[in-house]
Structures are given as structure tokens and as C-alpha cells.
């Protein structure tokens, strides 16, 4: 798969390096990045959820700018941002929900971040869905 995107040689440690950068991508633009308010908000206003989201994706997109082929680039980011706005949408409301409660907020928000990791994980192995 990853021969037919443009990778050189297509090997396990570029392509472990690249989804690397990803997961930096996602720290940065979930946590780093994510204001106080952000951080509130968007369990309770699609306004903040978005603006989380909108944070995130830009964030990705720069990363993606040095990572992925041209012809990916667009859709994958564009992918990964919806799909972080429907988890987020489900998750923040959650664990908002249980927050004086730890044993469930932090499960909550340990899935919030597993599905986060498998979304990147399987958009990143499957770029060809995304050739424009």
C-alpha cells in the first residue's frame, strides 16, 4: 500500500516514523492546543466543539504538509476531522457527565483518546481511500 502512495522503499520504520508525526499531530491539537474553554465547552456548544475541531484539524493539516503525498492530504485531513468531531461530540457530553466521578471520567476519556489513535491508525494505513 504504502508503494503505490510515493513512499521510498516502503519500509516499516518510515512509515512507524510518519504515523509517529501523527500522533504528535494529535497531541498537540488535543491537548496543547485546546484552550480552558475549548476545553468546557464543547460538551455543552457545538460553537466550542467546532472551534476544538477546527483547532485540531489545522494542526493535522500542518503535519499532513510534510507527511503524506499531495494527492491525500486534503481528504485525509478532512476525514479525520469529522470523524474527531463525532467522537468528541459523544465523548465530551459523557465525560462532562461523570466528571466528579474519576473511576468513570477517566475511562471515559482513555476511550476518547483509543478511538482518537485507531481513527489516525486506520486513515493513515488506508490512504488510498483518500487520492484525489
Known amino acids: 500500500m504504502l508503494t503505490k502512495l510515493g513512499y521510498p522503499q516502503a519500509n516499516t520504520y518510515f512509515a512507524a516514523m510518519s504515523f509517529s508525526l501523527f500522533l504528535v499531530a494529535h497531541w498537540a491539537g488535543d491537548f496543547v492546543f485546546q484552550t480552558t474553554s475549548m476545553a468546557l465547552g464543547k460538551s455543552k456548544s457545538i460553537k466550542w466543539l467546532t472551534i476544538h475541531v477546527l483547532t485540531y484539524t489545522a494542526i493535522l ?46 475511562p ?25
Open 61 to 106: 493539516l500542518i503535519f499532513s504538509v510534510f507527511t503524506l503525498p499531495n494527492d491525500v492530504i486534503l481528504l485525509y485531513v478532512l476525514a479525520n476531522g469529522i470523524l474527531h468531531w463525532i467522537t468528541d461530540f459523544f465523548t465530551s457530553k459523557l465525560a462532562a457527565k461523570y466528571f466528579d466521578r474519576a473511576r468513570i471520567f477517566y
Open 108 to 132: 471515559i476519556l482513555g476511550f476518547d483518546q483509543l478511538v482518537h489513535v485507531m481513527t489516525l491508525y486506520i486513515t493513515f494505513e488506508h490512504q488510498e481511500w483518500f487520492i484525489m
